[in-house]
């Protein structure tokens, strides 16, 4: 007869199935809450994603657009002429609207069938095609300190600092970055 062993094959012992799911549960919900926390830095910090509402932006910006403005690039630098800023409508602070900034304070500017003059000189806008220009005339006057001469891109439909004035500073809350929709109008803001 053969001898046989009585000793028992050594098993590893793999954690209970409860403590490994509940180990898993809190690092998930950990995970979970540092995405959602960093989320809310970025969107309530830096980049806020908005929709465009109207056309006075086309052909830049259309109907619908969804795009990130930085909210936060405006603690660093200046606000530039060609900007398109995200600001409170200075009649009804409840909404905002999207413009280019087209006067900066101490400015000079006027508007001759619908030709800027920023400091006697013609402004070349690029940005507006032939067919959104309109006629539209406004008497000389200079940019008050710490407010921005605001227009949008579709001049004959667009409401802006000719019909409200220039928007103070302390009501521009961002510059558009970014459109991420529709896909294929994904880009940079120009």
Same mark, same amino acid.
């Given at each position: ?17 409860? #403590? ?15 995405? %959602?926390?960093?989320? %809310? %830095? ?22 619908? @657009? ?15 002429? !060609?900007? %398109? ?8 602070? #409840? ?11 101490? @400015? ?11 400091? !006697? #000189?013609?402004? #070349? ?8 220009? @309109? ?24 409401? @802006? ?30």
């Amino acid at each position: 007869m053969s001898e046989e062993s009585t000793q028992q094959p050594e098993l590893e012992t793999a954690p209970a199935p409860q #403590k490994q799911s509940r180990s898993e549960m809190r690092q998930w919900t950990r995970d979970l809450l540092v995405s %959602v926390l960093v989320s %809310v %830095v970025i969107i309530t910090c830096l980049y806020q994603p908005v929709r465009v509402e109207g056309t006075s932006m086309q052909p830049e910006l259309r109907n619908s @657009d969804r795009l990130f403005i930085n909210k936060f690039v405006y603690r660093f630098e200046g606000i530039s002429r !060609g900007d %398109v800023v995200v600001f409170h409508y200075p009649l009804n602070p #409840k909404e905002s609207f999207i413009k280019r900034v087209i006067g900066l304070p101490g @400015d000079h500017i006027r508007i001759d069938q619908g030709t800027v003059y920023i400091n !006697g #000189k013609a402004l #070349k806008e690029p940005y507006v095609p032939r067919r959104y220009r @309109d006629h539209r005339s406004m008497a000389a006057g200079v940019v008050p300190p710490h407010e921005y001469f605001v227009m949008g891109d579709h001049r004959n439909i667009s409401e @802006d600092s000719r019909d409200f004035g220039p928007v103070p500073r302390s009501d521009i809350y961002g510059k558009a970055s970014f459109i991420y929709w529709p896909a294929g109008q994904m880009g940079t803001v120009h």
